[in-house]
């Protein structure tokens, strides 16, 4: 079965800067990449996703790439500001349908 | 907020009984799914449903159980067998985007936190 791999565990960065937060796959079948931001005690809200025809997908400050033959996926976050820290999760499936998720990063952003 | 509840939101037991947790939807989406998140990990698929009437076991199914009698409603039972019970729990719909044939995305309920002593 599919297996999802999420680096860093923890990631912190000065308010303004970049965060990039990188994710691995093991089953080439996956065409969908969604990642979901997560604030404490809530559910994890879709924030952008990618499917495997394309390889990159922009929404204002978040980015998407997807790299099918290394079968990585990664989020990247511009001019982060307070608001952006929360637990970012990764996750890969067919279709949107059996969601595995990687086991999360912790995103601080310090002001 | 996606037109998932779930309910309670807190839900607390006693070692050795079962509950049941509740998860409804009004987007008329078809697929619904249960996953189980502890602190400081991912979510991992407990059971899923693609159609009224018909489940699948995801990664952790043993010592929980569902059923799928109507499109809008997808309980989780969670039993006396489940080794350890107490978890935040995470129902999610799957719907299709808009004016796109293959692409579909799942959205999350508000969870039910199940703590169980």
């Known amino acids: 079965g599919e297996n999802v791999e999420q680096h860093p565990s923890t990631l912190s960065v000065q308010e303004g800067d970049s965060a990039v937060i990188k994710c691995t796959y093991s089953?080439?079948?996956?065409?969908?990449f969604p990642w979901y931001k997560q604030e404490l005690g809530k559910r994890p809200q879709l924030i952008i996703d990618i499917r495997s025809n394309v390889g990159e997908k922009k929404d204002q400050r978040i980015a998407v790439t997807l790299n099918k033959t290394a079968k990585h996926f990664s989020l990247h976050i511009t001019e982060t500001q307070p608001e952006d820290s929360a637990v970012y999760f990764c996750?890969?499936?067919?279709?949107?349908?059996?969601?595995?998720f990687g086991a999360g990063t912790i995103l601080r952003v310090k002001s | 907020d996606g037109g998932i509840t779930q309910s309670p939101k807190y839900l607390f037991r006693k070692e050795g009984q079962n509950v049941t947790l509740s998860c409804e939807q009004n987007?008329?989406?078809?697929?619904m799914y249960w996953y189980r998140q502890d602190p400081g990990q991912g979510l991992r698929l407990i059971y899923y449903?693609?159609?009224?009437?018909?489940?699948q076991k995801g990664d952790i199914a043993e010592g929980y159980s569902v059923s799928r009698e109507k499109k809008e409603s997808f309980p989780l039972t969670v039993t006396s067998a489940q080794k350890n019970p107490t978890a935040f729990y995470l129902c999610?719909?799957?719907?299709?985007?808009?004016?796109?044939?293959?692409?579909?995305?799942?959205?999350f309920g508000p969870g039910t936190r199940l703590t169980v002593t």
């Open positions: 987007l008329n989406h078809d697929a």
């Open positions: 996750a890969a499936s067919m279709y949107g349908n059996k969601l595995v």
């Open positions: 449903s693609q159609i009224v009437n018909d489940f």
């Open positions: 999610a719909s799957r719907g299709r985007v808009r004016e796109a044939r293959w692409a579909y995305e799942q959205y």
């Open positions: 089953d080439s079948a996956s065409n969908y």
